[in-house]
């Protein structure tokens, strides 16, 4: 296989590992194996144009036409002309194929639908990418730019997972950038007949780039020990380190620990996440459940608690995990005094809903549940182990409803030590205001519980906060002094408050995650979507254990222990829930399921919702920012590169094979001089125009301690400079091509590295370009004024005219 047609078959490896990083977006991946096709014939229109051979712009051309045509047979068949070439009406379907696209990308959740038009983003922007990286890889021969349209790549799969993508994508990405720069480095090395030094077989001369039986001599065997390495150490670090889960609401990857008792789990902020459930434009369903009770307003679907507060965040503490016990332990704190109820409640989750923790409510007593779970007893959670995730499980859950009363909650004792240290630990860069704030609406209180219930009026009720999801998330100190000031905010920013808050009048508390009780169905089951995901803080008291409050205003539903005069709702008699096919999922999404309990008894749900069959996703990317980032990502990384670039292909093209110049001999020779020289201004030697050629190669050897073969080298070119400028018929000098690169590998031999690096990366010479651009400026300014001088109608003078007359 030639050198350019194995670059052309790493560089079609090389996008194909790259959009790899796209398969956890979309969901089913068979649109991984059309690209590859597409791609495939991309790439062999590009080596048959090459072999006409064809100019690098044509050849560049006629593959862009071709997957035009390609994409056109795929996607808008029917509205080509013959079925297969575009036309007015095949675009019109394109734009609305990929307006469509934009669209779903901001409707679905990760995995979204293969729809067509996500289909065409992403299969056209794998052909495009795959385009780009074999124009500058084999069309020009540079294979070290052809990284940053693969980086854009992948940067644009790993924003879209919203950070979640598994290191093994970035490492097949990276490994086929690194199989490209090789396959470049082979063949630039096969050009060169011979190298230049390195180590032979012992009793051997080293001659040849590649030994008779085939076996790659030094430069090359280091370049794979090098690549090896590399590609060892990309697949060590990533899996030495603790994986990275995309959020409690999204898709996450697999589970913590192993078999036993050992492993630990830490939670992710659910911040963002969450945020994102509240504003999809459409609701989507997330679970169904059925329980034996009739009062469902308590029946929130804990799945975490965040319980370390750091000043930056809430978050989980790490936690040790076992295997799920049959019987789950007491909960803490609980006291046989308080009223408790057994509530049984049968789960279904949906099948598009993946994420590690468990959604059940609390205190659960009892899971029977299939997979690999493990539990966490302190938070009473439980999270998937290896890989497993709520995605389509059933599960039937025994738990409790704790039913204490107001005197039980005012005459509760102090907590444990350990437990009022832990849970009631505030930063230090905690704002004076929350402290003031939580002693002064508090006043009055003779007990916890009183200051608990008054906190939570304050929010929900008296404090004039106005709830609103598109306020700029944040649970740091600083965000919950903005809260308090502004007043508004989503359930995030109550919860987090009042948290901070009871800690600072030493109530042990923390913040728990999950889901509002949801809305019932006509088949008796309840519906949970992606609008009921809530945060609320679970403040402690002994004798009760942890206990929920309900602080956000229009979402939930206050707990009648805090509220003394209500009634308590009791739970129906114990019974084994059903679990039939009534209790499956569905996907379209109740119409009232985004107006809850609460808020109905406000009168604020307005109108009934009509049915929609597509839910919302996790908030999507709108194709424009997609775009941006990647445009973003490409000038970040292309314009300190430009200089670079521009150096390389001016070597490249000063350094073409010779036949390219048999016309003018003159030209190819001085084109291999302004090499040398511009090479020697790159290394600190700046070009003397007042010397002749010989005069400059003296100056250029002497300055740059040069010897053997670069010192001669430079003389030689300087000879066929002189030759060709004074000898009545120029000849052309064979070999000046190599004698350039022998100069070149003198002076970087005598010169340091970071003088060798800033060489590469900012080349003096790289001032020629705005030396030529100011000429061309130059010459248009006198063209345009001489332009207009000769439009302008000469006047004759007086004199002149008097004459005239005179005559």
Not at 586 to 593: H, T, V
Not at 743 to 751: I, K, N, T, Y
Request: proline share 8%.
């Amino acid at each position: 296989m030639s050198g350019r047609g194995r670059l052309a078959l790493c560089a079609f490896a090389a996008t194909m590992m790259a959009a790899t990083s796209l398969l956890p977006l979309v969901n089913p991946a068979a649109w991984i194996l059309q690209a590859a096709f597409l791609l495939a014939i991309q790439t062999g229109v590009g080596a048959l144009a090459r072999r006409v051979p064809l100019a690098r712009p044509l050849t560049i051309l006629a593959q862009a036409v071709v997957t035009l045509v390609l994409l056109t047979l795929v996607f808008a068949r029917d509205q080509a002309l013959g079925g297969l070439l575009p036309g007015p009406e095949a675009f019109e379907q394109l734009d609305r194929l990929l307006q469509q696209g934009a669209d779903d990308v901001g409707r679905y959740a990760i995995p979204a639908p293969a729809t067509d038009g996500i289909k065409l983003l992403v299969v056209g922007g794998t052909l495009a990418i795959g385009l780009v990286v074999d124009a500058l890889a084999v069309t020009f021969r540079s294979a070290a730019p052809a990284g940053l349209p693969l980086l854009a790549l992948y940067s644009v799969a790993a924003g879209l997972s919203d950070g979640g993508a598994s290191w093994l994508w970035f490492v097949l990405a990276s490994a086929g950038y690194l199989l490209l720069l090789l396959a470049e480095g082979r063949d630039r090395l096969s050009q060169w007949g011979r190298v230049f030094g390195g180590a032979a077989r012992p009793g051997r001369a080293q001659t040849a780039v590649f030994e008779p039986d085939g076996a790659a001599l030094a430069p090359v065997r280091t370049g794979r020990r090098i690549g090896a390495l590399a590609l060892g150490i990309a697949l060590v670090i990533p899996a030495a380190l603790p994986a990275m889960g995309s959020g409690l609401f999204g898709d996450t990857g697999g589970g913590s620990g192993e078999g036993g008792s050992g492993g630990t789990i830490s939670a992710v902020n659910p911040l963002v996440s969450l945020q994102n459930s509240l504003n999809q434009p459409e609701d989507r369903e997330v679970l169904r459940y059925r329980t034996n009770t009739q009062d469902t307003q308590d029946m929130y679907l804990r799945i975490v608690a965040l319980d370390q507060f750091d000043g930056t965040s809430w978050k989980s503490s790490e936690r040790k995990i076992k295997d799920v016990p049959d019987v789950l332990p007491q909960p803490e704190g609980l006291s046989p005094s308080v009223g408790t109820a057994e509530i049984r409640t049968s789960v279904s989750a949906a099948g598009w809903y993946t994420q590690n923790w468990l959604p059940m409510p609390y205190p659960a007593t009892k899971i029977d549940i299939g997979g690999h779970w493990r539990f966490e007893p302190v938070g009473r959670t439980l999270v998937g182990d290896r890989g497993q995730t709520t995605r389509g499980v059933q599960y039937q859950v025994t738990s409790l409803q704790v039913r204490p009363t107001a005197d039980q909650l005012a005459s509760a004792p102090p907590a444990p030590p350990a437990l009022r240290t832990e849970y009631t630990k505030v930063p230090s860069s905690l704002p004076p205001v929350v402290s003031s704030t939580a002693r002064r609406i508090t006043r009055g209180a003779t007990s916890d519980y009183q200051r608990a219930v008054m906190l939570q009026d304050w929010f929900a009720v008296r404090g004039g906060f106005t709830y609103d999801t598109q306020v700029e998330s944040g649970s740091g100190t600083e965000a919950i002094a903005r809260f308090l000031k502004d007043k508004q905010g989503f359930c995030v920013h109550f919860s987090f408050s009042m948290a901070a808050m009871a800690r600072v009048l030493g109530i042990p508390a923390r913040v728990a995650v999950g889901f509002t009780p949801g809305d019932p169905r006509s088949d008796g089951t309840m519906s949970v979507g992606l609008r009921d995901a809530h945060a609320w803080p679970e403040l402690y008291f002994e004798g009760v254990g942890w206990t929920r409050f309900e602080p956000t205003p229009s979402r939930g539903s206050a707990p009648d222990y805090t509220r003394p005069d209500a009634p308590s709702g009791s739970p129906t008699d114990p019974a084994k829930p059903s679990a039939g096919p009534s209790a499956q999922p569905s996907a379209a999404p109740s119409p009232s399921s985004s107006c809850t309990a609460q808020m109905r008894k406000q009168n604020d749900c307005g109108g009934p919702v009509a049915p929609v069959v597509t839910g919302g996703g996790d908030g999507g990317t709108p194709l424009a920012t997609v775009a941006a980032v990647a445009l973003g990502v490409l000038a970040v990384l292309g314009l300190p590169l430009l200089p670079w670039l521009w150096r390389v292909r001016a070597r490249a093209r000063r350094l073409a094979p010779g036949s390219r110049h048999e016309a003018d001999p003159a030209a190819a020779t001085l084109a291999v001089w302004r090499e040398i020289t511009d090479t020697a201004w790159d290394h600190g030697l700046p070009p003397d125009e007042s010397l002749t050629p010989r005069g400059a190669a003296e100056r250029m050897v002497r300055l740059g301690k040069l010897e053997g073969e670069a010192a001669e080298s430079v003389h030689r070119a300087a000879t066929a400079v002189e030759q060709v400028l004074y000898a009545p018929r120029p000849l052309a000098t064979e070999g000046l091509e190599q004698d350039a690169r022998r100069a070149r590998a003198g002076l970087r031999a005598s010169v340091t590295a970071w003088v060798r690096l800033r060489a590469d990366l900012a080349p003096r010479s790289a001032a020629r370009v705005v030396w030529a651009a100011t000429a061309r400026r130059e010459a248009l300014t006198s063209s345009l004024a001489a332009r207009a001088k000769a439009l302008v109608p000469r006047r004759t003078p007086p004199s002149e005219q008097g004459a005239e007359g005179s005559s």
